[in-house]
């Protein structure tokens, strides 16, 4: 059974299209996250939810609308689709106390290119 | 404060060669320093990690040496074969309300030649 499931694995669209991108967790983790990496391989927080409540928001583009409908679930939905947004977005869960690190496992990434 | 630096960029070492590659951080209010593996078109999976009230750690032919002090930590692959061949990042997460946060380092890609 996969921990951290993200759906589609590819995803190629145009400019100024809308496109969604859908993450599962069975750990029963409370925390969930969206997490970037570019081009260069550099991974950033984008945003994290704990218990459906957003919590963290890296200064993302308000076009990035993050929803999770329960602590499994988080989705990252994506508004007039811009060339910058290329990148791979991985969903990533974790089971955390506040202030406290701990380990968070990373779903496959969904690599999305914009035409 | 939140960046984790790390270096090299890239490393290429012979098999049964000794892999070492370093970070530093500048925020001490993180307690969680992991290391993660990432091979081509898959996520990140976590390799080892080290809590600050422990030097070291080691696990199998992964070793994270930590120094407090210095704000630094590193990780030594012992004995490398082809198949660590990956891109490793370094993190940092913790302190305040981070609710597990991640700061990655930039990643090394390592290749190992057989």
């Known amino acids: 059974d996969t921990a951290v499931s993200q759906t589609p694995k590819y995803l190629v669209t145009q400019m100024g299209n809308d496109k969604s991108i859908k993450c599962e967790q069975n750990?029963?983790?409370?925390?969930m996250y969206w997490y970037k990496q570019d081009s260069k391989k550099f991974l950033k927080i984008m945003f994290s939810?704990?218990?459906?409540?957003?919590?963290i928001n890296e200064t993302v583009p308000n076009r990035f609308s993050p929803k999770s409908p329960d602590k499994a679930h988080l989705n990252l939905h994506i508004n007039s689709l811009e060339l910058g947004d290329s990148a791979v977005y991985f969903c990533?869960?974790?089971?955390?106390?506040?202030?406290?690190?701990?380990?968070?496992?990373f779903g496959q990434g969904t690599r999305l290119t914009v035409v | 404060q939140q960046q984790v630096k790390q270096s090299p960029q890239s490393l290429i070492v012979q098999k049964g060669g000794i892999s070492i590659i370093n970070c530093a951080y500048e925020?001490?209010?993180?307690?969680?320093f992991p290391w993660y593996q990432q091979f081509p078109g898959k996520g990140p999976a976590l390799l080892i990690a080290?809590?600050?009230?422990?030097s070291e750690k080691k696990e199998g032919r992964f070793t994270i040496s930590f120094n407090k002090s210095a704000k630094q930590f590193s990780l030594h692959i012992m004995d490398s074969q082809p198949g660590d061949s990956a891109t490793y990042f370094c993190?940092?997460?913790?302190?305040?309300?981070?609710?597990?946060?991640?700061?990655f380092g930039q990643g090394t890609i390592l290749t190992v030649h057989p």
């Open positions: 939810y704990n218990n459906k409540e957003l919590i």
């Open positions: 993190a940092a997460g913790g302190g305040g309300t981070s609710y597990g946060k991640l700061t």
């Open positions: 990533a869960s974790s089971r955390v106390r506040q202030g406290g690190g701990t380990e968070a496992f």
């Open positions: 750990l029963g983790h409370d925390t």
């Open positions: 925020n001490t209010a993180f307690d969680y």
């Open positions: 080290i809590r600050p009230d422990v």
